[in-house]
């Protein structure tokens, strides 16, 4: 029995549409993908903001929480909570070129509409946690904007949320690069700074994705680990990336199972159940069938709750003694022994 909480996106049941072709599954209402999470163990449901309510730019402010109260209603009936509500700043018209460092005034004003509505949404769901995952902020024309004025927009934007609700915490998702060139806030690294500059550091976090440090030429887990150290690691986005390409939201574990242990070694040793959801955030293959629709998130969760049993049988004591003796051949073939199933 695992110690922690999962939960998940409704885009993580997706139809298969990738750039280069069209969709290969049919598409799957929230009602039914609710039901499944329950089912296969989720406790918690992530959103972005019209995935909670769609259309909303064509929607009231009281509109909008009237429809996201219904959406808590559904959550209710499946003994599900919301963990955390993004606002899309990257499918709209209005944030071509990025939101809140968007070189358009008035784009900006937009990606601030929807940072507001968002944190609306978020208290009728019942939850106090905005995730930013700043897709588009950054450059496809290197000299098209002034990394600092951007990086100052970020923290704007932030201080403006911060304020208009005392209650919410606000989670920046980084990842270095896709669907722009080169991003301004690449890694929990520069989300400390970030946090560490706005009105309420403590309210300020990271959500770090595995996938996104493999992008940056880092590990998961010590990201998840620099996070920790300054109680800022507010969730996680757990997957597996096949090296430096595409995004490839991986089922956890199916790439690197090392690194993914030692993802779990770290959440466990910080008793990371007491702080947050582990958040899956993995694809199907274009070539999955609509029938196998959710057998990557089924995986994704058996990979993780097999590595937590690893980590519980981790010998502490048999470690311990091979770093003081500084015998690290040992340790990394006592690791490996584990993972095999050889000891
Ligand atoms: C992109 C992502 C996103 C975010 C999501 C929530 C679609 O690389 O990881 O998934 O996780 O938008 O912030
Ligand atoms: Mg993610």
């Not at 499946?78 to 499918?91: C, D, H, N, S, T």
Request: charge should be negative; proline fraction near 3%.
């Amino acid at each position: 029995m695992s110690q922690f909480k999962f939960s998940v996106g409704p885009w993580n049941v997706h139809t298969g549409a990738d750039s280069y072709g069209p969709e290969t599954r049919q598409p799957v209402d929230l009602e039914t993908k609710f039901a499944r999470f329950a089912e296969l163990g989720f406790s918690a449901v992530q959103f972005h903001d019209d995935d909670a309510v769609p259309n909303m730019n064509n929607m009231t402010e009281e509109e909008i929480k009237a429809y996201a109260r219904e959406v808590k209603k559904l959550l209710d009936k499946y003994g599900l909570k919301a963990e955390f509500v993004a606002p899309r700043l990257w499918m709209d018209e209005h944030t071509k070129d990025g939101g809140f460092m968007s070189t358009n005034a008035q784009d900006r004003e937009f990606a601030m509409w929807r940072a507001y509505r968002s944190i609306d949404i978020a208290k009728e769901l019942g939850c106090d946690l905005i995730v930013l995952w700043l897709a588009r902020e950054g450059t496809l024309c290197a000299e098209s904007k002034s990394p600092v004025w951007a990086t100052r927009q970020l923290v704007d934007a932030i201080n403006k949320m911060l304020t208009y609700d005392e209650t919410i915490r606000v989670c920046i998702e980084p990842k270095p690069n896709e669907p722009i060139d080169r991003s301004i806030c690449g890694t929990i690294g520069h989300v400390m700074g970030i946090s560490a500059a706005t009105i309420d550091p403590k309210r300020v976090g990271g959500n770090l994705e595995s996938a996104h440090a493999v992008l940056a030429g880092l590990d998961p887990a010590n990201e998840i680990g620099f996070a920790l150290a300054f109680d800022k690691l507010f969730t996680v986005h757990l997957n597996d990336q096949n090296g430096i390409r595409y995004d490839q939201d991986k089922s956890f574990g199916v790439e690197n199972l090392r690194s993914a242990f030692n993802q779990v070694k770290v959440l466990v040793e910080n008793k990371f159940w007491e702080k947050g959801y582990v958040g899956l955030d993995v694809k199907a293959m274009r070539t999955t069938s609509d029938e196998d629709g959710y057998e990557h998130l089924k995986n994704s969760l058996a990979i993780f709750r097999a590595l937590e049993d690893k980590v519980a049988k981790y010998d502490y004591e048999y470690a311990n003694k091979l770093i003081e003796a500084r015998k690290f051949e040992h340790l990394e073939m006592y690791t490996m022994n584990l993972l095999m199933g050889l000891v």
